[in-house]
């Protein structure tokens, strides 16, 4: 009793009906006849997954008061060349429930040729369970909205207070009312942070990311997904890459572009190729056809050398011509401003909880149905989704981003460039903390092998939603703090 599956010893060939075959014979003693009285009488039913297809059978029913349970699974298993599109199981056989009866459990199995294909049978008989999903989603966007509408109410509160203080105040008293709040950092906001052109770097990866995730998955749910295609999306994208993290790279006066587009372009194929070479040799010492292949990974690779480092290099050239973010009106002082003394709940790192906790409860969730979909019995197939999932994730990192930064710059601390992209990449943490839970309590993994498959794409899948919302985060922010200070008149 529960919902977590269990491997059984039954093997079925394809397109060899079996009939009458023996599963098990069990003896029942007192304890098991109350355990199965009991599930019999609450109606539980057992799932069977084959080839990632579920169908359902009751375990026994009631006759004259009696419970009785079922020793016999007819499996009625329809193909289309050469995969299953639809099972369905059917228990017969009811025997009573006699202390120390022995039972013999039996299968039959026949295949038949159909015409429908798979994800139209899966879309129709509507097996994969999306109410909960919808549920998380609509939540997620009521989220959403109220974190633009915070936004929206911080920047008219910004506005008008700078004109009623323009009308209110000449001369001294309107220059010592900039030494207030986030105008007293105006002379540090734009002062490069260390590891500036690291920065840059993983935020134009992490907008690509997004970018390459939403493509995928507004145009791959209707159709089946292959290596060519994903090499395809990430290549239209490596433009941008280059051309948003060279960007972020001059607003601070970092002017080594060609270093910088192609190491933003050449983060996500790294990892990849990290994670997948160790997977790649334990399947050689296992002797499975299971995990990447070294032919992929070397495709990948040079996928990456011929084609995405030079086109994020055009990116990077692009953003040099245009010169995005260079109109800065507020000049970085000298000498470093002191941040003062503020209360602990508006220090940096407090500030921190409200973008992970917007941003890493969504992608939790949309974590979930992927393990599911991968590790579990259900089947993923409603990309549009995780396009919406994609989509709001995104909005609740800029929003809880923006509005942490304006807290962290109206207490006249002017270190936000970090922050801006730590806070919401912290979802990533949260996101791989949930999968080693997943990993205890709903597999049932039983080798090293399947571990490090596991666990190689849990880190992976969490490197990419850090990236995706710390990348998102501080281009919004970026956006935010140039248009706050280079649309206010300082003295």
């Given amino acids: 009793m529960g919902s977590k599956p269990m491997f059984t010893d039954v093997v079925l060939n394809f397109n060899k009906n079996v009939s009458n075959k023996t599963i098990c014979t069990n003896t029942l003693t007192k304890e098991s006849i109350k355990t199965l009285q009991y599930v019999i009488q609450h109606n539980y039913v057992m799932e069977f997954t084959i080839d990632r297809i579920p169908s359902w059978i009751r375990i026994g029913t009631t006759a004259s008061d009696k419970a009785q349970i079922y020793s ?20 017969s056989e009811p025997v009573d429930l006699i202390e120390n009866k022995e039972i013999t459990f039996t299968l039959s199995a026949t295949f038949h040729t159909v015409n429908e294909k798979r994800l139209q049978r899966i879309r129709n008989e509507k097996i994969t369970k999306t109410s909960v999903h919808l549920y998380s989603l609509f939540n997620t966007s009521i989220l959403s909205m109220l974190l633009i509408l915070l936004v ?16 209110n105040f000449e001369g001294f008293e309107f220059e010592s009312l900039n030494d207030r709040g986030w105008k007293a950092v105006r002379g540090d906001v734009f002062r490069p942070a260390v590891k500036m052109q690291l920065l840059t770097i993983l935020c134009g990866s992490g907008v690509q990311i997004f970018v390459f995730v939403l493509i995928y998955s ?14 395809t999306f990430f290549i239209i994208t490596s433009p941008l890459c280059g051309l948003l993290s060279v960007s972020s790279a001059q607003a ?27 997977v790649w040799l334990l399947s050689i010492l296992n002797k499975t056809t299971f995990g990447p292949s070294i032919m992929q990974i070397i495709i990948f690779l040079i996928a990456m050398i011929i084609f995405f480092m030079p086109l994020s290099s055009l990116g990077g050239a692009l953003a040099v011509k245009r010169k995005m973010f260079m109109d800065n009106k507020c000049e970085v002082k000298l000498v470093p401003r002191k941040i003062p003394k503020q ?3 508006l220090k940096a790192p407090w500030l921190g909880f409200f973008p992970l906790i917007v941003c890493g409860i969504p992608s939790t969730i949309e974590f979930h149905y992927i393990l599911l979909s991968l590790w579990g019995p259900h089947v993923f197939y409603p990309f549009e989704l995780l396009a919406i999932s994609i989509t709001l994730i995104s909005i609740n990192a800029c929003c809880s981003t923006i509005i942490s930064v304006y807290l962290l710059l109206q ?16 979802a990533g943490i949260a996101t791989f903390i949930y999968s080693i839970f997943y990993y205890i309590c709903n597999t049932s993994v039983n080798c090293i092998f399947q571990a490090c498959c596991y666990f190689g794409f849990a880190i992976f899948i969490s490197i990419c939603i850090s990236l995706l919302c710390g990348g998102i985060g501080f281009t ?10 280079n649309n206010i008149k300082f003295d």
């Avoid at 507004?218 to 090499?231: A, E, G, N, R």
């Avoid at 919004?476 to 200070?485: P, R």
Wanted: with cysteine.
């Fill in 252 to 278: 601070f006066g970092i002017h080594k572009w060609i270093r910088i587009s192609i190491g933003s372009v050449s983060i996500v194929p790294i990892a990849a190729i990290c994670i997948c070479l160790p």
């Fill in 72 to 91: 016999h699974i007819s499996f009625s298993i329809n193909t289309i060349n050469g995969t299953i599109t639809d099972i369905n199981a059917t228990d």
């Fill in 476 to 485: 919004s922010s970026n956006i935010f703090v140039h248009s706050m200070y």
């Fill in 218 to 231: 507004l145009i791959m749910w209707q159709t089946k997904s292959s290596m060519p295609f994903l090499l």
């Fill in 411 to 426: 207490s006249e601390n002017h270190h936000w460039q970090w922050q801006s992209f730590i806070y919401p990449a912290s």
């Fill in 343 to 345: 209360p602990w709940y």
């Fill in 152 to 167: 929206a109410l911080i920047s008219n509160k910004i506005s008008t207070k700078e004109l009623v203080s323009m009308k």
